[in-house]
């Protein structure tokens, strides 16, 4: 017992489900891949960055301390500063302590001074730097004891960064423009939930609102408060880096879906067109066969018939003949007619254009219809005014798909035949109508009517004999004229085929 095939839709259907799974599923997983690596892009560009300043970062780190030891306090503008060798000065303000007081012309640090007074009477001979909280923020100190007195002064911030970029100018690696700056490092976290949720709200502020840090480096004591950082000074390298990189991953996934999609939708529709082409090769044989087979049987009993000497009647014999000829007629047509659709399909098919009369086009399609005896129970009327003008057109072609048109308004009516063939002129074209009162054509079937063996499913067609590539070999020949083919029906009350050829201009 054989089995059931699957249909060829369905067949279809789980053939291309199957490739958008497999298309899918590694599809996702690389756009995921890509939106992380976009998420995480900004982070690698940081990464890089502070590797290529590492160098720079940990050479100032180790010549800054020894450059602050270099410098010496001296009377600058009638004020106490600290000096480098080059002449650089390094202080902002400066401070005396003895007997117990503190005197600088800053309160925030007179205040902080006179706190810690008791471990400045501690320091050793030489000078000392340190760092201490000044205005809730850290500074540092540089002092001296002077007999019992204390003098120093607390170093600039600005003072500091241009003697960082001066020393900076022969590590540099990079032509960012960048400036190299002390900031304090961040202070941990306080106790409990609350503590940290808040520490952290003030880092991420401080991020968004500060300024873009492209490397760091941790000092060691007496500068433990502080960072050695490197700002840019102009546009943001990282945000650069990062933006041109997501624009290039952007364009790369877009291009990416873009083949992936061109390729699913061509790869579909060669699977379609598989399927329908697959479907359209059973459909011809299950037809040509079907059609093929009646007058092969009728032949085959009317031999067979002859052959046994059964008809005595030479009236009877004759009858049988003019049977078998008809039949190998219809059987040659039939041949004839997929033969043509073949040349057609295949390009081979030649057309010999002539500048003739639309009369001479109608006359041969009307006598071909006629010659085939199926005017008898039936109502022709021929409307073709003069004056027409001439077309460019192939006589046989022409006449044999105005031929196919009439065959179907007569094999598609009731049993009250009423046919008519009209011709006029329409603008630049020549209108060619076959107007039935047939069971008419129903919405859906009227754009696939003129497909290659589609029929319309109903019970007269069911009874009636047909291969389903009239209309599409006159759809052709048409086209190939440079003309079109129009259709109107109502289901009931009849349908009308219009072939328009172009107007000769010669």
Known sequence: MSRPQTPIVLSFRRTFALLILLVVLPSAGLSGFGVVAIINE???????????????LEALAQELPQALREARFVEHDGALALVTAEGQVLSDVPFRAGGGQVESPDAALTSTLTAVLPELSNLPSERALFSLTVGGQPALIAAERMGEAIRGAQLSGPALEALLSARAERYLTSAEPVRFALLPVPREAAEGLVGRLVSEVVQARANALGPAVLAEQALAPPFQDFRLVVLPTGEDPVARASTRNRVVYA?????????????????????????????????????????????????????ETLALGRLKDPAQTQEVLQLLSRETERLSALIERVLDWARIESGRKEYHLEHMEVAQVVEAAVAAFRAQRLEGDMELKVEVPEGLPRVEADRHAVAGALLNLLQNAYKYSTQDKRITLSARVEGRWVDLSVEDNGVGIAPRDRKRIFERFYRVDNLLTRKTEGSGLGLAITKRIIEAHGGRITVHSEVGKGSRFTLQLPVSTS
């Not at 900004?42 to 990464?47: G, H, L, N, P, Y």
Request: aromatic fraction near 12%; hydrophobic fraction near 45%; glycine fraction near 6%.
């Open 251 to 303: 364009v790369l996934l877009g291009l990416f879906y873009l083949t992936l999609t061109f390729g699913v939708v061509y790869t579909g529709r060669a699977l379609y067109r598989e399927a329908k082409l697959s479907r359209l090769k059973t459909d011809f044989v299950s037809l040509v066969s079907h059609e093929l087979r009646t007058p092969l049987t009728s032949i085959r009993m009317f031999i």
């Open 42 to 56: 900004r982070a690698a560009v940081e990464k890089r960055l502070e590797a290529a300043w590492h160098g720079t």
